[in-house]
């Protein structure tokens, strides 16, 4: 890991809760509930990861997860998302509805350490694989890479066990960087030449690839040597 470091949310506050969800949502104080359950399980996920983190760090002296970060989604965003498909901005429809209020992004360095990662979660009992979509073997249009797990794990609370369901994208930090970028992009409403611009992304993405595969080949050569 990068300094050891497992960065995101520690603790419920205005950042992790919005004060502004009044205004979106009418029963705030039971959106706060909920919103408190998918921000345990990000606690939950990032656990697990951490612990396989240290389980791998001492077992092979190698440990593939670089980097990890939580987050939650905001108020506006889960009335936008509920919009689109057609649903009133209710907190129940964002609990049938919506599967990535609860977010968590892993970053490794090779493209093979994604894919032992996402095993190791399938193994565990309590995780539940309610879909996956593999944007490394199959891109998204503008060049995105990524590989997308919706799961869902149970979070013991003080008077019963709720089950939660939580979003992890696993992808290299090469993919990541291409990623924030083409977000930035996606967010910007008046771009010059934002035809050409999407081109060079889509360029860097396939060449981000290449090199993503090429790293992963010197690094099995280099290990047979040893």
Same mark, same amino acid.
């Given at each position: 890991?990068?300094?050891?470091?497992?960065?995101?949310?520690?603790?419920?506050?205005?950042?992790?809760?919005?004060?502004?969800?009044?205004?979106?949502?009418?029963?705030a104080a039971l959106y706060q509930e909920v919103?408190?359950?998918?921000?345990?399980?990000?606690?939950?996920?990032?656990?697990?990861?951490?612990?396989?983190?240290?389980?791998?760090?001492?077992?092979?002296?190698?440990?593939?997860?670089?980097?990890?970060?939580?987050?939650?989604?905001?108020?506006?965003?889960?009335?936008?998302?509920?919009?689109?498909?057609?649903?009133?901005?209710?907190?129940?429809?964002?609990?049938?509805?919506?599967?990535?209020?609860?977010?968590?992004?892993?970053?490794?360095?090779?493209?093979? #350490?994604?894919? =032992? $990662?996402? &095993?190791? *979660?399938a193994r565990q009992q309590d995780v539940r694989i309610?879909?996956?979509?593999?944007?490394?073997?199959?891109?998204?249009?503008?060049?995105?890479?990524?590989?997308?797990?919706?799961?869902?794990?149970?979070?013991?609370?003080?008077?019963?066990?709720?089950?939660?369901?939580?979003?992890?994208?696993?992808?290299?930090?090469?993919?990541?960087?291409?990623?924030?970028?083409?977000?930035?992009?996606?967010?910007?409403?008046?771009?010059? #030449?934002?035809? =050409? $611009?999407? &081109?060079? *992304?889509?360029?860097?993405?396939?060449?981000?690839?290449?090199?993503?595969?090429?790293?992963?080949?010197?690094?099995?050569?280099?290990?047979?040597?040893?």
């Amino acid at each position: 890991m990068r300094n050891n470091e497992l960065r995101g949310p520690t603790a419920i506050d205005i950042d992790i809760i919005p004060s502004d969800s009044e205004h979106v949502f009418k029963d705030a104080a039971l959106y706060q509930e909920v919103m408190m359950r998918y921000h345990c399980a990000t606690l939950e996920m990032r656990t697990k990861l951490e612990v396989l983190s240290r389980d791998m760090t001492v077992r092979y002296r190698r440990n593939p997860i670089e980097f990890i970060e939580s987050r939650l989604k905001k108020p506006s965003s889960i009335a936008r998302k509920l919009e689109k498909l057609g649903h009133n901005v209710t907190v129940e429809n964002m609990q049938t509805y919506l599967s990535d209020i609860a977010g968590i992004r892993v970053l490794c360095a090779y493209i093979d #350490d994604i894919y =032992e $990662i996402s &095993r190791m *979660l399938a193994r565990q009992q309590d995780v539940r694989i309610i879909n996956v979509k593999d944007y490394i073997k199959c891109p998204k249009d503008n060049g995105y890479r990524s590989y997308h797990m919706i799961v869902e794990i149970p979070v013991y609370f003080s008077d019963q066990v709720r089950p939660v369901r939580c979003e992890i994208q696993i992808r290299t930090i090469a993919m990541d960087f291409w990623a924030t970028l083409d977000h930035d992009m996606q967010y910007k409403k008046q771009v010059e #030449d934002a035809e =050409e $611009i999407m &081109r060079e *992304l889509r360029e860097c993405a396939d060449i981000i690839h290449s090199t993503d595969e090429k790293m992963m080949r010197l690094r099995e050569r280099i290990h047979r040597i040893e």
